[in-house]
C-alpha cells in the first residue's frame, strides 16, 4: 500500500503547500520537516515556474522569489532525498507540464521515483492529453 492510501485509509488530511526554494532550499526542507512534525498528512511542493498561470498572487511571488535565487529541478530533487532520510511523509509535487517537459518526462519521472516523491500534480494538462505523461509514470 503507497504512503498516499495509507494517510486516506485514515480519514482526512490535513496537507500544507509550499514553494520549494522559497526562500531557500534548506529552509524548505525545514518547514516541510516541521509540517510533518506538527500532524502533515501529506505535503505539497510546489515547483517554482515562471508563467504560473493557476496560481495566486502570493504563490506567484514565491515561485519569482524562489527562481530569482537560481533554485533548479535538480535542487528540489536533491531537498526531497534528504528529506527523505528524515522523513517518510508523503510528499506531491505540483508543477506545470512546461517544466517537466524541459526536463524530460522519462527524467523527471524517474527522479520522482528515486527522490521518494509519491505523486505529482500537473494543473495545465488538460485530462485529455494525459497520455504526454502517462508513459513514464513509474
Request: with cysteine; charged share 25%; proline share 9%.
Amino acid at each position: 500500500m503507497s504512503r498516499i492510501e495509507y494517510l486516506f485509509k485514515k480519514g482526512k488530511a490535513f496537507i500544507p503547500f509550499i514553494t520549494a526554494g522559497d526562500p531557500s532550499p534548506e529552509i524548505t526542507k525545514e518547514l516541510i520537516l516541521m509540517m510533518a512534525e506538527e500532524g502533515a498528512g501529506l505535503v505539497e511542493i510546489g515547483i517554482p515556474f515562471s508563467d504560473p498561470i493557476a496560481e495566486g498572487p502570493v504563490i506567484q511571488a514565491a515561485d519569482e522569489r524562489a527562481l530569482n535565487q537560481g533554485i533548479t529541478v535538480d535542487d528540489i530533487f536533491d531537498m526531497v532525498k534528504s528529506i527523505r532520510t528524515q522523513s517518510d511523509i508523503p510528499l506531491a509535487f505540483m508543477t506545470y507540464v512546461n517544466p517537466v517537459l524541459v526536463y524530460g518526462p522519462d527524467r523527471f519521472m524517474k527522479n520522482c521515483s528515486a527522490s521518494g516523491i509519491d505523486a505529482v500534480i500537473v494543473p495545465d494538462l488538460p485530462f485529455e492529453e494525459r497520455q504526454e505523461l502517462k508513459p513514464f509514470l513509474h
